[in-house]
């Protein structure tokens, strides 16, 4: 259980105590005051084993505690698996990342389709028993386009969208509709925001180059971050050379933050995020 | 508070409802579950304002608590400051380091003496106004220097004493009667353990070198491991370039290491640390 | 070509001097002194298009100026690529890394083969178009099964092994006959030298776990180290997840140290490598 | 000596054609072909000992071999140790850190005046008897006061100004008329560029802040780029965190920056820059 609200005094006992008075043993206990933002966070996980309230009891006693906080509360079952829609366009190191990750139990993600403005992946996807949507981009209407992906992620059930090297741009209206969204960008945000960052990188002439990955809200590349990773660069690099260090810094930002994310360790507020590893 | 005890279903419940059922209110709470080890660590900070037991009332029950679960408990209030002894020998940059950031309230701790068996750095203790006393070293015989640095300790009422470059070996009987003790080792631990790491480094040509803090045992260089940090080394490093590189991230490292024990984030068990940081 | 002789005045003038006079265009240059070894270190890249002299010439007087010189040196034509064994056991991580980065063009070697003591990776290998040989160790005896890799070598016409998370120790002998041979050893290395280092290194209470991509020699995991990378633990990791953080750091040392082989930019003395990169 | 120019076949065997004909020997030699910007750098090192031309002539010759390709040459002789003059605000570190590395032979330079803007720093000057100018800012008028930098520069004989956290820009006019300053920023450039890059950096949520020594052109913190350095920050980190841990990222990247400019190591074209360690 995730809580976000206001700080004030009494909030850690008062959170240990309603857990406590239904006979819940605490597994996981983590909070922390942002005091900048006022803002206290807690997290929270116990078993469900002999507990007093059914999953349905808990949700509502939970909601209600957070309004009565004035905050917010998010709820996870561990044994609920998120599904997960991979999307891709050429490029295939992120995509060959994470199902190798699935598939060695790293990451606990059902992952029934990879959905593509191209056809290049397909063949890898048939290897690992994962279904492929070719949704080719139509640059003059997206909206067409769109439609088919929510239809495709409502037949799939999907929970959670995960852009591994996807270059379309989503519109405001479609993040409205699937708001749940993880994105990789080949840069160090805030720097290098939009396009093409490794050329710029490489002529602005940095001696580290990063890749970001955040939550993808309306406002491009300024998602709340969940995890930077950094390479060092050298004169002798030339763009090319970025590009193919900027590969192996971008899988493991992608595949930490999704280990964050998928193990409900990641709380967003005031367009950041808190990571409780 | 820091308690360490073998792990057992409730243990987080019953700490805060102790702390709740005195009216305190929980600042900060840490738990931490060693699967490994089979043991839980707890990290508590509560306010006094309010709290119904006097200091001495909960030293009493905090201590009957630990033993009735079978573990150990630490208890500090944080408005009593450590008293440091540095331990050096001739060079400089751990201890300019120490003092720089104590006189940049960084570090919460009060310097009352330098100690070392050189008078190379005396001028430098003048400057930031620390008593430094010369005990110099008798490779025949210990016992006399160390009688005199135990005393200086009392005189001082020393409560850690941090080796920032202290090129000489305590005795097991010495740690025995003050076993508080930090120290720096310059190398990667446990690679090259014993004297010259930097020139063994160089000769096994590692691509990385580190420096480890930790805690003094009888064992040399085994104790418990604070931190450690890293730099990289190329073939166009020689010895003297190790030894310079090295300087920054042994500063570096105790540094850190010194802060996470000052606010007591350290805890110790089965010779190992866990840093609730 | 890579040149290694005993320091003196006026090499680079030389070996600059032999190539100008032949009329050769130097691409890219770089030397080396290591004053503690007291050696020399040349790496020389020049185009032979226009070149007075032919490959075997060219071999033949770069051997007799390295005798003169009482050195070493290395001959490579750019346009001959390296055929590569990798031997695996049952973790694919490193194996699919590689292949991927063959695939993508990142690494200029032709991997006929695949050899393994078991039958778990045979599958990523056929749809990577590479053999694989299954070959299972004999603990009795290793004699026979190594008889078996020499011939295999032998056959695929193999310049290099890479031994991408191999479970078994090469004899003696057969390092004899074969010896060019890189290893990626599970610890930062020389810590932690021999068997189940996540497990020594979690019980030691490190704050940093590495891997040490080197080149094996008859000492067991003291070859020349060519890269070693590091991940940072704390005390919430188990074993098992120092053995996941440790797949991303083994995968990307091999990584770097075979690129850093395949593009010659090793070269090996005393012991120890240079990079020139 | 360092060349800048065009790229075209024959350079290295020009120039070292240049110094053998002269019985110069080579110690050091790294070249580099940046393909993207379409040129070459040259670096090389020799000994003047048994050199047939004297240091004028060597100067001249420089000059015109340079013109003739096109380019650019910048010569230094290495018994000439650079005078620098130090700029800071109130913050210590910067200071500190380097007095400390000339002091400690870490680097070749000579650094008889610290001007600052305020007299915090005053005593720590005297007790490296280094020159302290006091000359307080004067946001109307700059004129008057960059008047008085420049004849200390001059009084001084400064070669290059090292702006360790002064808290001031300097106007256009005076960096056109004292072009070779070297500034630490406390962000990783080019992300927030400008004034409270650390409060910016928290509100963002990164999960990196770094810091970026630079040479300093018209364009505010738009200079080559020397070195970068990097810390990991989490969200338990406030902004006086942020500005904390930067120091420590900060003085690092000062003095790597500085010891590269020192050791001629740094070569600027095209806003960028090549650094032959």
């Known amino acids: ?138 640059n003059l209407d ?19 969208i995960v852009l591994a090297k996807y270059m379309q741009i989503l519109s405001p209206n479609f993040i409205n509709q699937f708001p749940n969204i993880i994105n990789i960008h080949h840069s160090f945000l805030p720097a290098f925001k939009g396009a093409k960052p490794y050329h710029r990188a490489w002529e602005r002439g940095v001696k580290l180059i990063g890749a970001t990955a955040h939550y993808v809200t309306q406002d491009l590349d300024d998602g709340p971050i969940i995890d930077q990773t950094i390479v060092h660069i050298s004169h002798r690099d030339e763009v090319e050379d970025l590009i193919r260090k900027g590969r192996d810094t971008e899988r493991l930002a992608l595949a930490r933050a999704l280990r964050f994310h998928l193990r409900r360790q990641v709380m967003v507020y005031q367009g950041r995020t808190a990571i409780f590893d």
């Open 1 to 138: 259980m995730q809580l976000i609200c206001p700080d004030r005094p009494g909030l850690v006992n008062r959170l240990s105590g309603w857990i406590a008075s239904h006979d819940g043993n605490i597994r996981h206990a983590d909070h922390h005051r942002d005091e900048g933002a006022g803002m206290f966070l807690s997290r929270l996980e116990w078993d469900l084993n002999g507990f007093s309230l059914d999953r349905e009891e808990i949700h509502k006693q939970i909601l209600q505690l957070a309004n009565n906080l004035g905050g917010k509360a998010q709820l996870n079952f561990s044994d609920e698996i998120p599904r997960v829609a991979i999307f891709v366009s050429k490029q295939s190191h992120c995509l060959i990342d994470l199902l190798w990750r699935v598939n060695n139990q790293e990451m606990k993600m059902i992952v029934p389709v990879v959905i593509s403005n191209h056809r290049d992946l397909q063949n890898i996807c048939k290897q690992y028993n994962v279904d492929y949507k070719y949704l080719p981009a139509n």
């Open 142 to 160: 997206k909206s067409f386009v769109e439609k088919d992906i929510l239809n495709t992620l409502n037949e799939y059930k999907i929970d959670l």
